[in-house]
């Protein structure tokens, strides 16, 4: 009897060890986290200001990280291919990347994904936003963006707008706009924004929402009406930002940083504390500004509080739209 009580203790022993050695590894990981090259999954293709946006921040974090970053373009599904294969890596922190808009508060509404943007994810920072806007032709005779309600309220289903897809961040914006002002606005969906702004030359369409071509606004061929940003721009003092506008509606896009569920918080950390210091590195402000990116930074606190609420607020818009499947 008494040589079974000593078997049991002994075994509960190792077991209590055991349990508390589990632990070890992780701060173990976590102290001398990264000791290799870390990995930044973008989920658009090479080259386009996206991209080079999150190449310009990998290269700048690594004199924080003291290790490459190293980005990895995994494209498609709008977004998700990319986003699926941070969710499905090892919460190490040595696998983190992009987490577009359209693929967490648009595509899970769509279609099944083999990931859920809501619990699948460690949201790390924000660190920027495309630029997306309202533009006319440059002689257009909408001077302005309530010149483009005036219009769509005196001639219902009349004024066409392009974007680049149905569903797209966009187009949804564009629809929360049209209904807060209860007007019909007819939508023409584009591969992109070049053939949706060769559209707007050739005066096919009214106006455009979504990304532009800076050069064709500098040279005049085209006016920018309202910029989709949750901030003022320097870069454009005189065109007024939707909440300028009486707008509150989300339109995120947002330039954010993620990892897969269950990377360690001392490991997340890190990895947001070397990125928010490269915010304020010269040589990457004047970088973002080359790009016309916006450095607009939210920690992950903030992250996580405005996801699943902006999460909710596309939910119904799209319910009340039709498009949830």
């Given at each position: 009897?008494?040589?079974?009580?000593?078997?049991?203790?002994?075994?509960?022993?190792?077991?209590?060890?055991?349990?508390?050695?589990?632990?070890?590894?992780?701060?173990?990981?976590?102290?001398?986290?990264?000791?290799?090259?870390?990995?930044?999954?973008?989920?658009f293709p090479p080259g386009g200001t996206t991209d080079l946006g999150f190449r310009l921040l990998a290269k700048e974090t690594e004199k924080y990280l003291k290790q490459p970053v190293?980005?990895?373009?995994?494209?498609?599904?709008?977004?998700?291919?990319?986003?699926?294969?941070?969710?499905?890596?090892?919460?190490?922190?040595?696998?983190?990347?992009?987490?577009?808009?359209?693929?967490?508060?648009?595509?899970?509404?769509?279609?099944?994904?083999?990931?859920?943007?809501?619990?699948?994810?460690?949201?790390?920072?924000?660190?920027?936003?495309?630029?997306?806007?309202?533009?006319?032709?440059?002689?257009?005779?909408?001077?302005?963006?309530?010149?483009?309600?005036?219009?769509?309220?005196?001639?219902?289903?009349?004024?066409?707008?392009?974007?680049?897809?149905?569903?797209?961040?966009?187009?949804?914006?564009?629809?929360?706009?049209?209904?807060?002002?209860?007007?019909?606005?007819?939508?023409?969906?584009?591969?992109?924004?070049?053939?949706a702004q060769a559209a707007i030359l050739g005066e096919h369409i009214a106006f455009f929402a979504g990304e532009f071509n800076y050069s064709l606004l500098e040279s005049g061929e085209?006016?920018?009406?309202?910029?989709?940003?949750?901030?003022?721009?320097?870069?454009?003092?005189?065109?007024?930002?939707?909440?300028?506008?009486?707008?509150?509606?989300?339109?995120?896009?947002?330039?954010?940083?993620?990892?897969?569920?269950?990377?360690?918080?001392?490991?997340a950390r890190k990895v947001e504390d070397a990125f928010t210091k490269v915010l304020q590195e010269p040589s990457f402000i004047k970088g973002m500004q080359t790009l016309r990116a916006?450095?607009?930074?939210?920690?992950?606190?903030?992250?996580?509080?405005?996801?699943?609420?902006?999460?909710?607020?596309?939910?119904?818009?799209?319910?009340?739209?039709?498009?949830?499947?």
């Open positions: 009897m008494r040589a079974g009580i000593k078997l049991t203790f002994f075994f509960c022993l190792v077991l209590v060890f055991s349990v508390v050695k589990s632990g070890y590894p992780q701060e173990a990981d976590v102290a001398k986290y990264p000791n290799r090259p870390v990995s930044l999954v973008v989920a190293v980005v990895l373009n995994k494209v498609g599904g709008a977004g998700a291919i990319g986003v699926g294969a941070v969710a499905s890596a090892k919460p190490d922190g040595y696998t983190i990347g992009q987490i577009p808009g359209q693929t967490v508060f648009v595509t899970p509404y769509l279609e099944k994904l083999p990931f859920d943007p809501q619990k699948d994810l460690t949201y790390i920072m924000q660190f920027a936003e495309s630029t997306f806007g309202v533009i006319v032709k440059g002689n257009s005779p909408f001077k302005q963006f309530s010149d483009l309600i005036a219009y769509a309220r005196q001639n219902p289903k009349k004024l066409t707008y392009g974007t680049n897809g149905i569903a797209g961040i966009a187009n949804l914006t564009m629809e929360q706009i049209a209904r807060k002002e209860k007007v019909q606005l007819i939508h023409i969906p584009f591969k992109g924004a070049p053939e085209i006016r920018l009406l309202a910029l989709f940003s949750e901030k003022p721009r320097a870069d454009y003092p005189q065109t007024p930002i939707l909440k300028d506008l009486g707008y509150d509606v989300p339109c995120p896009v947002f330039w954010a940083i993620g990892g897969p569920k269950g990377m360690p918080d001392g490991i916006p450095i607009i930074y939210r920690s992950s606190k903030e992250l996580n509080d405005y996801v699943p609420r902006t999460y909710e607020l596309f939910g119904k818009l799209m319910t009340d739209m039709g498009l949830v499947k």
